[in-house]
């Protein structure tokens, strides 16, 4: 079993910046892409940026220029830089890794979620 654990949501004005973490815990054997997604209330799920094992990343057109994915591979963990934050970058935010087991299972398992709220 794998679990993914989020933590760097909260409150922040408008301009503001916020950094998320998303750390995988459990029997891993190797994780390929790691993503941030987010909902925000009457909205669905919406990809807001991934990157591969190699380093490739992709971003929403709503945060290229101010979001930034990153991931250090030693610790398991995927980090979401965001910078000049918007009001309609309201949501919960959660990570997604796809990750091959030591006992060879794929796992695709979510984050917990975590809120960013951005208001004056």
């Known amino acids: 079993q794998v679990q993914l654990v989020e933590s760097g949501g909260g409150l922040v004005q408008p301009g503001g910046s916020l950094r998320l973490s998303c750390a995988a815990s459990?029997?891993?054997?190797?994780?390929?892409?790691m993503g941030w997604y987010r909902q925000a209330p009457g909205k669905q799920r919406e990809l807001v940026a991934a990157?591969?094992?190699?380093?490739?990343?992709n971003y929403a057109d709503s945060v290229k220029g101010r979001f930034a994915i990153s991931r250090d591979n030693a610790k398991n963990t995927v980090y979401l830089q965001m910078n000049s934050l918007k009001p309609e970058d309201t949501a919960v935010y959660y990570c997604?890794?796809?990750?091959?087991?030591?006992?060879?299972?794929?796992?695709?398992?979510w984050g917990q979620g975590t809120q960013v709220t951005v208001s004056s």
């Open positions: 997604n890794m796809r990750i091959l087991g030591r006992n060879l299972v794929q796992y695709d398992p």
């Open positions: 990157i591969t094992s190699g380093g490739s990343t």
């Open positions: 459990g029997s891993i054997f190797r994780i390929s892409t």
